[in-house]
């Protein structure tokens, strides 16, 4: 079903406002949901009634997690089993989890990306002596699991992506070594292996390259983030003036293919219309700079996009966490729903956004007792982990920004029946 967005009749009577268009934007950009904790290892029912409530929420897609690790043998072992890994109905697979998701996404109508992510099995590491399941993937391993993915899932799913947050050393390591940044050069080694493999077994679908957090730090070190437009640059070989960098690791260069990015663009504490204060950072409000990075490498030739035109970008993870409960992390309930409905409003002005993401339906599990390290599971949700909903559950469906005297900006999402109210205040 085309993502279509149904314009406030009433609003639409305004001079200053957008006419109709699809959610988000008039170039058919889709409302995401990502809840992988939600939703695999939960029983064919749970997982039936999370997409129901997706469903009637107006999502148009699911992005959901094929982490290596858990769906391979041995996943333990520092010597790898035999079995064909590149077969997805090799026994020694394990999809279950995955089917169901799918499955349920599907007969709902709901498209699905998946992406592909470490952990890693010990085997597929780079040294499995370390028992490191983010050490130094091994991309021809990484990239037999991703054909095996796409093979199997190739009828079902039209989007793919390339890793979770490679410029984070929660999901790959080292991000650097000996004051030299690695991180950025071992995701071009498994993007130029993992594309390809996606190609192989899911030959029309749109792969995403980037996936990346959006923030990072100026120190290094195995588990340091890098900034994500520091990370495209080295990953595409070019100095901060985007000259070609042929020397270390960067000697042989060869670039990444891309179909489109994939970014994260969380805020934080940030509103989303305010920019960082790191040049090299990227959330929401940066959207604009991120862009012109991008135009600017495949201008070089040091990223290629798969077919003529610009690359088109995709933020596949977003969210406020909130206080309640988190006091550590998170922003006031009516400041979440007031953001996540400014969000929805700046990716539908930033150019070729087709995606914005909201992660987590509900809220991740916490253990009070333990401090700030006790919500280390994001409070993002939309409904508390009691099941109570926060207020940003009634506006999700249709987020509405007012600016200035004369300027109002809505929606009305797909996915049942939506009321919306607009008052005169005096």
């Given amino acids: 079903m085309k993502p279509l967005l149904t314009s406030m009749l009433l609003l639409a009577c305004l001079p200053a406002l957008v006419g109709p268009g699809s959610a988000l934007a008039a170039n058919d950009a889709e409302v995401s949901i990502m809840d992988d904790q939600l939703l695999l290892g939960s029983t064919q029912f749970q997982v039936d009634s999370s997409m129901d409530q997706f469903k009637a929420l107006g999502v148009d897609r699911l992005r959901v997690s094929a982490f290596w690790g858990s769906h391979a043998p041995a996943p333990s072992s520092k010597v790898k089993p035999a079995f ?32 592909i992510s470490t952990p890693a099995p010990i085997w597929g590491t780079g040294s499995p002596r370390k028992n490191n399941k983010l050490w130094k993937p091994k991309p021809a391993e990484f990239a037999r699991f991703a054909q095996a993915a796409a093979t199997r899932y190739g009828e079902s799913v039209d989007q793919w992506g390339l890793l979770n947050e490679p410029n984070q050393g929660a999901w790959l390591q080292p991000q650097s070594e000996g004051r030299k940044l690695v991180s950025p050069h071992l995701y071009r080694e498994l993007a130029r292996a993992i594309y390809p493999a996606i190609k192989r077994g899911d030959p029309g679908s749109n792969v995403l390259v980037g996936e990346l957090a959006p923030a990072g730090r100026r120190d290094l070190g195995t588990t340091r983030p890098v900034r994500p437009l520091l990370f495209l640059r080295e990953m595409s070989c070019v100095d901060k003036r985007f000259r070609r960098i042929r020397k270390g690791r960067c000697r042989g260069f060869k670039p990444v293919t891309a179909d489109s990015i994939g970014h994260h663009p969380y805020a934080f504490f940030l509103e989303p219309q305010q920019t960082s204060k790191e040049r090299d950072d990227a959330a929401i409000g940066d959207g604009r700079r991120l862009l012109r990075t991008i135009d600017r490498l495949t201008a070089k030739r040091v990223l290629l996009p798969s077919r003529p035109g610009k ?13 309640p409960p988190d006091r550590f992390s998170g922003v006031a309930l009516d400041l979440q729903s007031r953001y996540l409905q400014e969000a929805a409003f700046i990716a539908w002005r930033t150019p070729r956004v087709r995606t914005i993401n909201q992660f987590r339906l509900t809220d991740g599990a916490i253990d009070r007792s333990a401090g700030y390290k006790g919500f280390n599971e ?27 005297r004369s300027k109002i900006w809505g929606q009305i999402r797909p996915g049942g029946a939506h009321s919306a109210v607009l008052e005169r205040v005096s």
């Fill in 84 to 115: 064909n890994a590149s077969d997805h109905s090799d026994p020694a697979y394990n999809w279950a989890d995955l089917d169901r998701v799918v499955a349920a996404a599907v007969a709902r109508d709901i498209k699905v990306m998946v992406s």
């Fill in 311 to 323: 690359l088109d970008l995709h933020y596949t993870e977003y969210g406020y966490q909130t206080d």
């Fill in 378 to 404: 994001f409070q993002s949700g939309l409904i508390f982990v009691s099941g109570k909903p926060k207020p940003a559950l009634a506006t999700f469906s249709t987020p509405m920004v007012i600016g200035g």
